[in-house]
């Protein structure tokens, strides 16, 4: 890693290189409103010309008053001036100059209604792309700590890169101006153009350079970022704060965040402070040039070269177009230095599944006639060299209950992740009536199976919803939400909710209910009896809740099974039972398999397993 504020070539170039993300961030303003991309862009277009229209107009002015003021017979009065008619031009010109000032205004006003409407769009535009993109990743990429700070990144371009959206625009608008003011220029000599631009282009250069060293220190920081955040995150919300408080870990996080930030803190003032003194020299070059341009035009109107009304024009112009090539290219510099950023949200975009539909992708069958069989499969999570799972072949027929009971880290989510293609096996195959799980669509794959996980999420919405999140599309569905309540015996939660199914839930929002842990799972086995699924997985679906509800919800599992494959995770003895078969699994293997009185006889894992629970009872 570079020493803080070191220069580091790469990033420099890199600068430069990003300003090819610009020209797609057009394309993406334009696809987020057309209609107010053009608008703008025609707005902006006419307000560029504003400036050196007036300062021309003004030039007008003064040289018409020193010619009227010049005449041997000029009036002394105004009323001698009005009557002799004589100043009927200059009048013409103030009017155009009132009229150009005035219109310029409500321009402006215009500009940033249009420009404040664009930003929303796109904002709206950009969330939806990356909810949309976020949404078709596979659950490796999740789990990928480089993929996760690249998110993050990218997360902060959907809001943080808006400016570059004005920033663009304004750019737009002051390069026409400039080139109007540079023909103006020109046309009185070319080598004050010149100068103006020696006196610039270093500044631009060190500007450039400083934000490069910005961007690469902020690059290199984005997991200190991440940790920073998720420190301050959970030192302040409400799902921790009673393990804060009861443990009193906010002195221990305190310190974390404190050593993370002042660290991103000092790095980031040895930049700025260098930064200072740089450019405080750099831009006195800058006046140094347009004290010299200025000296020159003085002298000509001196000799009588130019006139009074060039004077004002061309210091002003002088003026105006120091302050806006010195504002392009800061915005430009700034403008390169958020296109770096911008890299990370196209990188985010570029990000492909791998578990995606073959091109002739199976239909799922319909009833499922045989079942799931899992050939010899091995799994390795990725980034690891443990095998989760190893050599296990068991089958998973049509229409039978199957049970998986095992010690912690035995491999049992992993095998309900590879069921439901979240990842794909490492070795071996598993088959689904006789066809490889990858022959088939995974969303298809995904629709026919309800599956709720140990660590479901508790959505910060209503009852119903969070339901209806089995099967979303009937949402509206009201009778099937009730059903669906009533299988995972939900009901007499909802009853006791004060707005019943409507009741928000959780503490995220005002006048949500916060649930116990046993409520909430039985409102998240409810969404797995949404799907009406033809394999039900639920993986420890009761670890929450009491032994009355546990039998509840199991009675009624079994009712409603009976025709239906399921595979159930349990620790609980009592809820393996029930089971048809149960596997014993050990290191990502199968143990053992068979009934839970056949296990009992074997005199094997299963058998200790379930005396060592049963002494506990005793
Ligand atoms: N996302 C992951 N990345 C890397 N390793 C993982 C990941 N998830 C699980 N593992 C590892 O895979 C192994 C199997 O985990 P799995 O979650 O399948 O166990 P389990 O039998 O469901 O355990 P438990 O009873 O605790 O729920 C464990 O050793 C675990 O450390």
Redesign the pocket.
């Known amino acids: 890693m570079a020493r803080p504020g070191t220069a580091d070539p790469r990033a420099y170039a890199e600068r430069w290189s990003a300003l090819k993300n610009i020209p797609p961030f057009l394309a993406m303003i334009w696809r987020a409103s057309p209609g107010l991309t053009a608008i703008m862009v025609a707005l902006r277009l006419i307000r560029a010309l504003v400036p050196v229209a007036m300062l021309w107009i003004g030039k007008l002015i003064i040289d018409e008053v020193v010619r009227l003021t010049g005449l041997p017979d000029a009036p002394t009065s105004l009323t001698g001036w009005w009557s002799s008619g004589l100043a009927q031009p200059l009048i013409w010109l103030v009017t155009a100059e009132l009229a150009l000032a005035l219109g310029s205004d409500i321009i402006g006003r215009l500009v940033s209604y249009t420009d404040s409407m664009l930003q929303e769009k796109l904002v709206i535009f950009l969330s939806l792309r990356l909810m949309d993109h976020a949404a078709s990743l596979d659950l490796a990429t999740f ?1 990928d700590p480089a993929f996760q700070d690249r998110l993050d990144r990218a997360r902060r371009q959907t809001t943080g890169r808006i400016p570059i959206l004005s920033q663009v625009m304004q750019q737009l608008q002051d390069s026409v101006t400039v080139i109007s003011f540079g023909i103006g220029l020109i046309a009185y000599n070319p080598w004050l153009v010149l100068l103006l631009l020696i006196a610039m282009i270093p500044a631009f250069l060190g500007e450039m350079y400083f934000n490069s060293q910005l961007y690469a220190l902020n690059w290199r920081r984005a997991s200190d970022r991440r940790e920073r955040d998720y420190l301050r995150r959970i030192a302040s919300s409400a799902d921790s704060a009673k393990e804060i408080k009861i443990f009193g870990l906010n002195g221990f996080l305190r310190d974390r965040y404190r050593l993370l930030a002042e660290r991103f803190y000092r790095e980031n003032r040895a930049i700025s402070r260098r930064q200072l003194t740089a450019m405080a020299l750099l831009t006195a070059l800058g006046t140094l040039c347009y004290y010299a341009a200025y000296l020159w035009i003085i002298g000509r109107t001196l000799t009588g070269t130019l006139s009074l009304g060039d004077l004002t024009f061309l210091s002003g112009s002088f003026l105006r177009l120091r302050g806006l090539i010195e504002g392009l290219l800061t915005t430009f510099s700034n403008m390169a230095g958020q296109a770096l950023y911008l890299d990370d949200l196209y990188r985010f975009f570029h990000e492909r599944p791998h578990i995606t539909a073959g091109p002739a992708p199976l239909p799922v069958p319909d009833p499922i006639r045989q079942g799931v069989v899992f050939e010899n499969v091995g799994f390795r ?1 990725p980034g ?1 060299d ?1 095998w ?1 799972l190893r050599g296990l072949s068991f089958t998973l027929q049509a229409g039978e209950t199957l049970a998986l009971v ?1 010690e ?7 095998i309900v992740k590879l069921l439901t293609r979240l990842y794909d096996p490492t070795e071996g195959r598993i088959l689904l009536d006789g066809r490889d799980l990858r022959d088939y669509d995974p969303e298809a794959l995904r629709s026919a199976i309800g599956v709720i996980f ?1 660590d479901f999420v508790r959505y910060a919405m209503s009852a119903a919803d969070n339901i209806a999140t089995g099967r979303i599309s009937a949402r509206d569905d009201r009778p099937r939400i009730t059903a669906a309540a009533d299988r995972a015996a939900a009901q007499a939660v909802i009853d006791r909710l004060p707005a019943g199914y409507d009741q928000m839930l959780g503490r995220s929002f005002a006048r949500g209910v916060e649930l116990s842990g046993g409520e909430w799972q039985k409102l998240a086995i409810a969404r797995a009896y949404m799907r009406d699924a033809q394999i039900l997985i639920l993986d ?1 679906p009761t670890a929450a809740l009491d032994a009355r509800a546990e039998f509840e919800v199991f009675q009624r599992f079994h009712d409603l099974s009976s025709a239906r494959t399921a595979l159930l995770i349990s620790h609980r003895f009592s809820s393996l039972r029930m089971a048809d078969r149960i596997l014993v699994l050990e290191h990502g293997r199968v143990q053992a398999q068979g009934t839970h009185a056949e296990l009992l006889a074997q005199k094997g894992r299963y058998r200790d397993l379930f005396e060592l629970q049963a002494r506990g009872y005793r």
Not at 408 to 414: D, E, H, I, R, V
């Open positions: 789990e999570y690891t443990r989760a095992g912690n880290g035995a491999g049992k989510t992993t140990q420890e």
